[in-house]
């Protein structure tokens, strides 16, 4: 641009206004140009803030984390809903064509929408399970007694956090430009991760020994209850798609009168029906077990609150835990943001 300056100056002392004119408006257009050129982003690089789509909340929430405002991403299960029982709609088989990157579970959390993600995944289409990484570990998944793979894993915050790393690299790799973003917000957010991992543990500690036993609708807690010291007895098993057995309640029954359990609990997204059916069990031979409240299991509080994030979630679940069953935990939790 500086051998510009002389023409610019000569024209400017020219007395022709018209020829002045002309002159301004073609220097105008060529700036543009070269200045266009010069801006022009490499033809590799995405659109930004790029779609992304994730199976279930708990997903969702720490992809926002990490993408921040060069994603929007859209969760397709929403508070309340069971997963083990979903079955993906039109609407959700559109939003995941129109996804730019899709993230889902990977242990058959989503059973009824696996064949659609594989086919999304080969056609080409940018999908990642969150539980790769832990996969490739082979002490770390848990499985039942018919060998059926446990999905539960954000309820051992550990656990998560080995997600969040999936994230940021499936991200990285989609949007090579936002990689050092990721990084950056990844590495935050997990620190946020690691005070809830240390209260969760400090908090069950309180409850007496004896008194550690959570008994639940499904059995949605086997990840907890290793990473914290609990011992978990679940109605139902992996996917609430199995039934509870009559002898199930009775031995439930059972163990409730001979270790005198204060409390047993109810799951936000599923049928509270056979839990009452043991407190109705136990009162009937002379011990009286409250509902300790209701935990979130396969899906998280409310869109808009605490509860409604991943920390919210399993902040709730242990202060409810630890304060039902005789433990030491504030009103409030963690944050002092609980609702109830």
Known sequence: MNSIN????????CPNRLFKALFGAALISVCGFLTSCGEAPPANDIAVPFQGTATVAMIADIVREVAGDRGNVDGMIGSGVDPHLYKPTSTDIKALQAADVI????????????????????????????????????DYV??????????????????????VDVVADGLSTHDPAGKEIYRENASKYKAELVKLDAYAKE????????????????????????????EVKGI???????????????DLVTLLVE?????????SSVSDKNIRALAEGAAAKGHEVSIGGELFSDAMGAEGTYEG?????ID?????????????????????????
Do not use: C
């Open 6 to 13: 002389p023409i610019i100056r000569s024209v400017a002392n």
């Open 103 to 138: 993230f889902y579970n990977g242990l058959n959390l989503e059973g009824k929408m696996g064949d659609v993600l594989v086919r999304m995944a080969r056609a080409g289409k940018s999908v990642y399970a969150v539980t790769e990484e832990i996969q490739q570990r082979g």
């Open 142 to 163: 848990m499985t039942d007694e018919e060998n059926h793979e446990d999905p539960h894993v954000w309820m051992d915050v550990q656990g998560w956090i080995k997600a």
């Open 203 to 230: 908090v069950i500690s309180s409850i007496p020994e004896q008194k550690r036993v959570l008994v639940t609708a499904h059995d949605a807690f086997g990840y907890m209850a290793r990473a914290y010291g609990l």
């Open 236 to 250: 139902q098993g992996l996917s609430t798609e199995s039934e509870a057995g009559v002898k199930d309640i009775e």
């Open 259 to 267: 270790r005198e359990i204060p409390a047993i609990f109810v799951e």
């Open 309 to 313: 994030t991943y920390i919210g979630m």
């Open 316 to 340: 709730h679940n242990v202060t409810t835990i630890a304060r039902a069953l005789g433990g030491t935990a504030p009103e409030k939790g963690l944050h002092g943001k609980l609702s109830e």
